[in-house]
């Protein structure tokens, strides 16, 4: 497999499918370098023969290391420490073009309509757990609900969140 011609193919699009899911065009690129990395260092071991097959083990390795940022709270850096690659520090230029492209302004403005559109309690219950990231023992005892209430709150209220961002998506796609 060709890595320079999957970074070649895939580095524009990778880096606003990461932009979309951090909001954040730092975390984004630091996601991004460390997908690549992570590529570089396991191009041996891929297995598969078709551009379509190298293109979803690159996604499958971006998803990885997003599910890793958001359960560790920071992005492993052994494979760029191992490569020796390290990202240098990005301008403001290049963080307000990154948000530009991937529309992150449009993106936070729909997530603030969906969240309206919770009821308080779920609202509360989701911003308690993900962005205070407050244990459900604790986030239950302020919300004075058992800890299984506040698990099912969080839960329908991610549920709802995504059901209304995939519509504002679809709706922006047709009106584009």
Do not use: C, N
């Not at 999957?6 to 951090?22: G, K």
């Not at 396991?42 to 940022?69: C, H, M, N, V």
């Not at 403001?92 to 919770?118: F, H, Q, T």
């Amino acid at each position: 497999m060709d890595v320079d011609a999957l970074y070649a193919h895939h580095r524009e699009a990778l880096l606003l499918f990461l932009a979309r899911r951090t909001a954040d065009p730092e975390i984004a690129l630091d996601l991004w370098a460390e997908t690549f990395a992570q590529a570089v260092a396991g191009a041996k071991r891929f297995r598969g023969s078709s551009d379509g097959e190298a293109a979803g083990w690159l996604y499958r390795i971006a998803r990885r290391q997003l599910a890793l940022y958001y359960r560790r709270g920071k992005i492993e850096q052994r494979a760029l420490a191992r490569l020796k690659l390290e990202r240098p520090p990005a301008s403001p230029e290049l963080l307000a073009d990154i948000e530009r492209r991937a529309g992150l302004s449009e993106l936070r403005a729909e997530l603030d309509d969906a969240l309206a559109r919770l009821s308080p309690g779920v609202r509360d219950a989701v911003r308690l757990r993900i962005v205070d990231e407050r244990p459900y023992p604790e986030l239950a005892r302020d919300l004075g609900i058992t800890e299984q209430a506040a698990r099912v709150r969080v839960s329908r209220g991610l549920a709802t969140l995504a059901e209304l961002l995939d519509a504002a998506a679809i709706h922006r796609a047709r009106t584009t």
